[in-house]
């Protein structure tokens, strides 16, 4: 991705989802609640997933972070609400990956390319992956 579209698609979306994050409230009475949090830089979000079967009815989040991890989790919310696990097994685990391997290619949403070029910037990966990698993990270890 050029520098140019980099930076349009950033103040676009990034900077648009930090400002109205989606579905951005603490649901008290979610099926399931997990906590992304990174205690190098005091991110903390918990993640709120209302099921139905093994089906994601509602995803919401609340709590702080920087601009990067809040758009970020916003974007997960959006993605895997209404996705069951496999696709939400699927999705965190392709994100995941491009971030790690610095690719991108395999990525069909184009804010999701976007918080994969933060790779490029130390320190950030950890702000996009943030709740990606407590949902992934929470997914790996759950039966259902």
Not at 17 to 30: H, Q, S, T, W
Not at 57 to 79: D, R
Not at 114 to 126: P, W
């Amino acid at each position: 991705m050029k520098k140019d579209e980099f930076k349009k698609l950033y103040n676009q979306e990034v900077l648009k989802r930090n400002k109205k994050p989606y579905n951005f409230d603490a649901d008290e009475e979610a099926d399931v609640v997990i906590e992304a949090y990174n205690p190098l830089c005091g991110d903390k979000f918990n993640l709120y997933l209302n099921k139905e079967d093994s089906d994601i009815k509602s995803a919401h989040f609340h709590g702080f972070g920087c601009a990067l991890s809040k758009a970020s989790t916003s974007l997960l919310m959006e993605l895997i609400e209404g996705r069951n696990k496999t696709e939400k097994v699927e999705k965190c685990h392709t994100y995941l990956e491009a971030e790690d391997s610095g690719s991108s290619k395999r990525l069909q949403n184009e804010v999701q390319k976007v918080f994969a070029e933060m790779k490029n910037f130390e320190g950030r990966v950890d702000c996009v992956t943030l709740s990606w990698k407590a949902l992934y993990d929470k997914m790996k270890n759950d039966e259902d």
